[in-house]
């Protein structure tokens, strides 16, 4: 029997009281992610159960129990606060999958302080940008990636510690400290910060159309969303071992990769090393997942590598495969069903600002391969008039994915940028703030996401409102890599869409006029490239840059990416002479 039992009859008599009932938490009562994920579960006797299986690069690996977490978060918790870290501070969290990265998080929690985790591959433009913007305190990395934070250090005067965990502590600098928990003595006891429901605790940065990218707040109480979606749409129970293969980097990785599971007190795998399907179908064999949380691209990469790959591995121990980030299309469904054992992808959509599925296939509902499902119960969804924004009855009619506000999992604002976090609601006064917007059950929460929905309820996905490239289930901004092409010296102007490609959906291409002096060659458009991956990361990169004697623009000099988007997709282009600023 499934957790959600029948959709129907949860829609029906819905209440996010039941969240709150799943973890056994009354009104009044502390709410800490890392104490919930941690020493609630030991204080229920489930201290030795595994809580994280993991295996890294070289074969290492480790198993660590609720117990083993817990100890560990406080130690992380101590130190930091040692350190002099408060309630409130953002702490930067900027390493590969490592277990340090798994303990720090909840740490982090438990002092109060905001979790703000970072894609390791980032480069040093694009750390410094989401550290300037949060004015973070604290970072914690390894010596794998500290060359970064150093770079950039001086211009970032609110950052005042720098922690470098797990290796050995030779090399590091004066202004650098070193901590591994696990050598470290253990913490027994912490005292875990008093947070409430609307506690900030993760900050999770995403990229827009314009300007850089923005952080989206989460509060404490985002747990009660995260765990139900987990409980009735991954189906977690307590002896699954389940696996998600996001990184924490991306707000997959931390709703669904730390803080859903482990509040429901689930065993997780964590796959810290490159992909290759064999590596990938060994740890599911090895380690008899039986839930697997995945996303498009990985799926279709799987599928490239054929049918008889899968059939070297005994994969019997799977039960329930779901996916999120970009569309899932129907032929990876139908194809996973084949090849799985009759288990098909459970296509979710949600984003870094609803912090939580809003969207999904349910187990036991028929999917309907390529469409994303129906919204999650509790969730009132709808797609709204292209123009008019009222919300459209007929099936079928392409319109915005909009949410009525008020999902305890929901960001509560865009970091220290309230007209932005306005302007994702149609009906909001210009002078709400994000308190009132978020609860006014009057407005609509704006996606972004174009899809419709058909007459049995179903929403299909069709692609996105925005030049917002996504790139295997990644958004990247066109600005900001606007923004590093023209720090090229050779680059006058720059302009960047996503360029349609079969594995990743999108991949990255730039237009780009050169400064007098400079000619068009192979070698200088690889040297852009590197530029590019470098200093913010390689799915930044453009995988093609065209050089231009000049770039489409407004009558107002604005660079017009959706004409080279029209362009490059084979679509009708339109009269550019019309052109307008918005
Ligand atoms: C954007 C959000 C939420 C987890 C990872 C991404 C796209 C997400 C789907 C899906 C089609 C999807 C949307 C959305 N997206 N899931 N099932 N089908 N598109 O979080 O980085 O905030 O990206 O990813 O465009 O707005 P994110």
């Given at each position: 029997m499934s957790n959600i039992g029948s959709y129907e009859k949860r829609l029906s008599d819905f209440d996010w009281g039941q969240a709150r009932e799943t973890l056994g938490w009354k009104d009044g009562e502390l709410l800490n992610i890392g104490a919930m994920c941690s020493d609630r579960i030991c204080a229920e006797g489930h201290g030795e159960r595994t809580a994280l299986i993991w295996e890294g690069f070289g074969n290492k690996s480790g198993k660590y129990t609720f117990d083993d977490l817990r100890l560990y978060s406080n130690g992380f918790a101590q130190f930091l606060k040692d350190q002099g870290i408060k309630p409130g501070d953002r702490v930067c969290i900027f390493m590969d999958k490592i277990p340090s990265l798994y303990f720090s998080f909840l740490g982090i929690l438990k002092l109060g302080a905001i979790a703000q985790p970072l894609f390791s591959a980032f480069g040093d433009e694009s750390l410094e940008v989401r550290l300037a913007s949060a004015g973070t305190k604290a970072i914690l990395t390894t010596k794998k990636h500290v060359k970064k934070v150093r770079k950039i250090r001086e211009r970032l005067p609110e950052l005042e510690t720098i922690v470098v965990v797990e290796g050995n502590p030779s090399k590091l600098r004066d202004d650098e400290v070193f901590f591994d928990v696990e050598e470290a003595p253990k913490v027994d006891v912490f005292d875990v910060y008093k947070s409430t429901p609307e506690t900030p605790s993760v900050l999770h940065y995403t990229s827009g159309t314009t300007g850089q990218p923005k952080g989206a707040l989460h509060v404490h109480s985002s747990v009660w969303g995260q765990a139900l979606t987990t409980s009735?749409?991954?189906?977690?129970?307590?002896?699954d071992v389940y696996w998600c293969t996001?990184?924490?980097?991306?707000v997959t990785g931390t709703s669904y990769g730390i803080i859903g599971p482990w509040s429901l007190g689930v065993t997780q795998c964590v796959l810290d090393s490159g992909f290759t399907s064999r590596r990938w179908y060994q740890f599911i064999q090895d380690n008899r997942v039986t839930v697997w949380y995945s996303a498009p691209t990985a799926i279709r990469a799987l599928m490239k590598d054929g049918d008889e790959v899968v059939k070297e591995f005994d994969l019997s121990s799977l039960r329930f495969l779901a996916s999120v980030g970009e569309p899932l299309n129907a032929e990876a469904v139908i194809w996973s069903g084949e090849v799985f054992n009759g288990l098909q992808f459970h296509d979710t959509f949600w984003q870094t600002e609803t912090g939580a599925m809003m969207i999904t296939n349910y187990p036991g509902m028929e999917i309907r391969p390529g469409s994303m499902g129906m919204p999650f119960p509790g969730i009132t969804a709808c797609v709204l008039d292209l123009k008019t924004h009222e919300p459209l009855t007929e099936p079928g009619k392409v319109g915005l994915i909009a949410f009525r506000p008020g999902w305890p999992s929901m960001f509560r604002q865009y970091w220290k940028k309230p007209d932005i976090y306005r302007s994702k609601f149609v009906g909001a006064s210009d002078d709400a703030m994000p308190d009132q917007l978020r609860t006014d059950t009057s407005l609509w929460y704006v996606s972004g996401d174009r899809a419709s929905i058909d007459k049995d309820g179903y929403y299909w996905f069709v692609g996105r409102d925005d030049d917002v490239i996504n790139t295997g289930g990644h958004l990247v901004g066109p600005f900001e890599i606007e923004s590093a092409l023209v720090e090229h010296p050779a680059v006058a102007e720059a302009a960047a869409i996503g360029k349609p490609d079969e594995v990743n959906m999108e991949v990255v291409k730039a237009f780009v006029t050169l400064k007098p002096g400079f000619e068009p060659s192979d070698d200088l458009e690889l040297e852009i490239m590197n530029f590019i991956r470098k200093r913010l990361s390689p799915l930044a990169m453009p995988q093609e840059i065209e050089y231009m004697d000049k770039l489409p623009k407004t009558r107002s000099g604005k660079i017009v990416r959706r004409y080279l988007k029209a362009l490059e997709w084979g679509e009708d282009v339109g009269d550019l002479s019309g052109l307008d600023d918005d």
């Amino acid at each position: 029997m499934s957790n959600i039992g029948s959709y129907e009859k949860r829609l029906s008599d819905f209440d996010w009281g039941q969240a709150r009932e799943t973890l056994g938490w009354k009104d009044g009562e502390l709410l800490n992610i890392g104490a919930m994920c941690s020493d609630r579960i030991c204080a229920e006797g489930h201290g030795e159960r595994t809580a994280l299986i993991w295996e890294g690069f070289g074969n290492k690996s480790g198993k660590y129990t609720f117990d083993d977490l817990r100890l560990y978060s406080n130690g992380f918790a101590q130190f930091l606060k040692d350190q002099g870290i408060k309630p409130g501070d953002r702490v930067c969290i900027f390493m590969d999958k490592i277990p340090s990265l798994y303990f720090s998080f909840l740490g982090i929690l438990k002092l109060g302080a905001i979790a703000q985790p970072l894609f390791s591959a980032f480069g040093d433009e694009s750390l410094e940008v989401r550290l300037a913007s949060a004015g973070t305190k604290a970072i914690l990395t390894t010596k794998k990636h500290v060359k970064k934070v150093r770079k950039i250090r001086e211009r970032l005067p609110e950052l005042e510690t720098i922690v470098v965990v797990e290796g050995n502590p030779s090399k590091l600098r004066d202004d650098e400290v070193f901590f591994d928990v696990e050598e470290a003595p253990k913490v027994d006891v912490f005292d875990v910060y008093k947070s409430t429901p609307e506690t900030p605790s993760v900050l999770h940065y995403t990229s827009g159309t314009t300007g850089q990218p923005k952080g989206a707040l989460h509060v404490h109480s985002s747990v009660w969303g995260q765990a139900l979606t987990t409980s009735w749409v991954l189906d977690l129970k307590p002896d699954d071992v389940y696996w998600c293969t996001a990184d924490p980097g991306w707000v997959t990785g931390t709703s669904y990769g730390i803080i859903g599971p482990w509040s429901l007190g689930v065993t997780q795998c964590v796959l810290d090393s490159g992909f290759t399907s064999r590596r990938w179908y060994q740890f599911i064999q090895d380690n008899r997942v039986t839930v697997w949380y995945s996303a498009p691209t990985a799926i279709r990469a799987l599928m490239k590598d054929g049918d008889e790959v899968v059939k070297e591995f005994d994969l019997s121990s799977l039960r329930f495969l779901a996916s999120v980030g970009e569309p899932l299309n129907a032929e990876a469904v139908i194809w996973s069903g084949e090849v799985f054992n009759g288990l098909q992808f459970h296509d979710t959509f949600w984003q870094t600002e609803t912090g939580a599925m809003m969207i999904t296939n349910y187990p036991g509902m028929e999917i309907r391969p390529g469409s994303m499902g129906m919204p999650f119960p509790g969730i009132t969804a709808c797609v709204l008039d292209l123009k008019t924004h009222e919300p459209l009855t007929e099936p079928g009619k392409v319109g915005l994915i909009a949410f009525r506000p008020g999902w305890p999992s929901m960001f509560r604002q865009y970091w220290k940028k309230p007209d932005i976090y306005r302007s994702k609601f149609v009906g909001a006064s210009d002078d709400a703030m994000p308190d009132q917007l978020r609860t006014d059950t009057s407005l609509w929460y704006v996606s972004g996401d174009r899809a419709s929905i058909d007459k049995d309820g179903y929403y299909w996905f069709v692609g996105r409102d925005d030049d917002v490239i996504n790139t295997g289930g990644h958004l990247v901004g066109p600005f900001e890599i606007e923004s590093a092409l023209v720090e090229h010296p050779a680059v006058a102007e720059a302009a960047a869409i996503g360029k349609p490609d079969e594995v990743n959906m999108e991949v990255v291409k730039a237009f780009v006029t050169l400064k007098p002096g400079f000619e068009p060659s192979d070698d200088l458009e690889l040297e852009i490239m590197n530029f590019i991956r470098k200093r913010l990361s390689p799915l930044a990169m453009p995988q093609e840059i065209e050089y231009m004697d000049k770039l489409p623009k407004t009558r107002s000099g604005k660079i017009v990416r959706r004409y080279l988007k029209a362009l490059e997709w084979g679509e009708d282009v339109g009269d550019l002479s019309g052109l307008d600023d918005d």
